[in-house]
């Protein structure tokens, strides 16, 4: 049983440092709310296609 708690944890941890990786590379500053801008935004940030691979 030991040996699912680790595996738990492990994949809590590993979760957490995507989940913060993602959460750098989407563009901070754009309003998702608003269509147009957020494509603009979007298609103006290089780092988006790789976050979404």
Sequence with gaps: MEKGYRLL????FVGG??????????????????????????SHSRLWMWDHF
């Design 17 to 42: 440092i995507l989940m913060l990786i993602a959460t750098v590379l989407h563009p901070p500053l754009v309003n998702p709310y608003d269509g147009q801008t957020a494509f603009h935004g979007y």
């Design 9 to 12: 944890g492990a994949s809590i």
